[in-house]
């Protein structure tokens, strides 16, 4: 009796689980579809706009770019010392270069955008909702998804390609950094191998994967941020769960791209 | 006369916490009615609800006798000023632009230098110099953004001003100063106002009508001058801050 009680607990403590996750993709939906209608409806924040550009573009220059170039060396000599296995160690130039293009280059950009973007977006909506400022948005005849969200998401979305592939380029040379100084390659054969090797394909998919990433860095801040809880707790929880989402999706998203790209 | 703001059976439920339980109440034109009642009971939500903020579950909202659910959002809310209990001012705007934030906005938007010319001008009218216009709100003190506040709900010219606590976190002193401003610009500009607070210096110096809410209803309500020979008891340990009486000190 008692091990049926257990089963009968653990399976509807599993129920209300799945139940509460759907409710949220639902509300994380709901909100993205609204988001996504404000932006072909009028009116339009350009100084909003403008400076989440800067603010999520601009500022995040630094931490993409040092992430590429760290990045590039070391996957310079990864390829490097796994392809001195059978003889491949000509393949370093061309591996990091699509290794940069299609994978890393977004998707760790992605995720250091996530930790700086979505945060801060999380902390700043959830003030604002805890201090009354969105509220006092709504009394001012100023609709808070158009002021707020649809700047952010928009400025995140078109940022980002931008960012990567700015990331693209400094992991590369990062690459050509360890290659060149560290592993005795010359420069112009290392420099020719990562042209010849390269295909419109691969810079194209990741700047695509990066625009989605943007767009869901952006939603996920401003989601957990505008639903945030009471208090300085409820702030702190949002921002968490911002990040922790934002970089899960991420991570989701790239394989259902990816698969989308280059299953064939 | 129709009422400026007429409330009928609101209801509204958190959860199972049911806040609002068949509130009725009105509020007629240019008068200052103070909503009293003690923390939890309802007097924010029903503000909230009036300004479609929060859904009611059921009940109707009449403004100037017009459904308040119906009709061009931006009209309705234009009608509308507010001052929030911490202010509510936008941090990353100037004190102006925080006063003249609708006057920048919307079909009928100002200049900017014209949008400050009315903004340094409330200012002034709420006894602050012109050179706290170029100051962020983190810059000033809790009685400056009550201020401020309160220059950005008049400032373009509404004809029902909510009041959510206004004095709320200061001094006895700046207390007074902002009721004897809200009490001013009331009766100046002839709006309604409806006011809620715990602070019966407040009530005194704002009313000219007070309804009580007390567990999701109107208790009693009736002009200031009849609130202390009112006979109702809830009324009566409320405004003399008694313990002991039919409202539970634990709720």
């Given at each position: 009796m008692t091990a049926l009680l257990w089963i009968d607990h653990f399976l509807a403590s599993i129920g209300r689980s799945v139940l509460a996750l759907l409710a949220s993709i639902g509300r994380i939906a709901v909100f993205a579809a609204l988001a996504v209608s404000h932006l072909a409806r009028l009116p339009f924040y350009a100084r909003e706009f403008g400076q989440q550009l800067l603010q999520i573009g601009y500022f995040s220059l630094p931490v993409v770019g040092l992430t590429a170039l760290f990045t590039g060396g070391a996957l310079a000599l990864q390829i490097y010392s796994g392809g001195a296995r059978f003889n491949a160690e000509a393949v370093v130039p061309s591996v990091v270069a699509i290794a940069m293009v299609r994978e890393l280059g977004p998707v760790l950009g992605g995720l250091m955008v996530a930790g700086r973007v979505s945060s801060s977006i999380a902390a700043e909506l959830g003030t604002m909702r805890v201090t009354e400022q969105i509220?006092?948005?709504?009394?001012?005849?100023?609709?808070?998804?158009?002021?707020?969200?649809?700047?952010?998401?928009?400025?995140?979305?078109?940022?980002?390609?931008?960012?990567?592939?700015?990331?693209?380029?400094?992991?590369?040379?990062?690459?050509?950094?360890?290659?060149?100084?560290?592993?005795?390659?010359?420069?112009a054969t290392y420099i020719n191998n990562t042209w010849d090797f390269l295909e419109f394909e691969d810079i194209f998919s990741g700047l695509v994967k990066a625009a989605v990433f943007g767009f869901i860095v952006a939603l996920m801040g401003c989601y957990h941020g505008y639903h945030s809880g009471r208090g300085a707790q409820g702030v702190g929880r949002a921002t968490t769960n911002a990040v922790v989402s934002a970089s899960v999706l991420i991570l989701a998203s790239n394989y259902l791209l990816t698969e989308l790209f280059f299953s064939s | 006369m129709t009422a400026a703001i007429e409330l009928t059976d609101l209801h509204k439920a958190f959860g199972s916490n049911r806040v609002l339980r068949g509130v009725d109440l009105s509020i007629g034109k240019g008068e200052s009615m103070v909503i009293i009642g003690g923390s939890g009971t309802g007097k924010s939500v029903a503000l909230k609800c009036i300004l479609g903020l929060i859904k009611p579950d059921a009940g109707t909202i009449l403004v100037n006798g017009k459904d308040a659910t119906a009709g061009d959002r931006d009209a309705f809310l234009a009608q509308f000023g507010m001052l929030f209990q911490g202010g509510a001012l936008f941090d990353s705007l100037s004190v102006w632009q925080n006063v003249a934030f609708r006057l920048l906005r919307g079909a009928d938007k100002l200049s900017k230098s014209d949008a400050r010319d009315v903004a340094v001008e409330k200012l002034r009218r709420v006894g602050l110099k012109a050179e706290v216009a170029d100051l962020f709100p983190a810059e000033l003190s809790g009685g400056m953004q009550k201020r401020v506040g309160l220059a950005r709900a008049i400032a373009a010219e509404p004809q029902i001003i909510f009041f959510d606590e206004p004095t709320t976190g200061l001094d006895p002193i700046m207390s007074g100063v902002i009721n004897e401003l809200v009490r001013e610009i009331v009766v100046e500009m002839g709006v309604t106002a409806m006011t809620i607070t715990?602070?019966?210096s407040s009530v005194r110096a704002i009313a000219d009508k007070v309804a009580m809410i007390h567990e999701g209803v109107v208790q009693w309500t009736g002009p200031v001058g009849q609130m202390d020979d009112s006979g109702d008891p809830y009324l009566d340990q409320f405004i003399n801050a008694r313990a002991e009486g039919p409202i539970e000190a634990v709720r």
């Open positions: 509220d006092a948005l709504t009394t001012l005849s100023t609709n808070p998804m158009k002021y707020l969200v649809v700047p952010r998401v928009l400025a995140a979305t078109l940022a980002m390609p931008i960012l990567a592939f700015i990331g693209d380029v400094i992991g590369i040379m990062g690459g050509f950094l360890v290659g060149t100084q560290r592993l005795q390659f010359n420069a | 715990h602070d019966m």
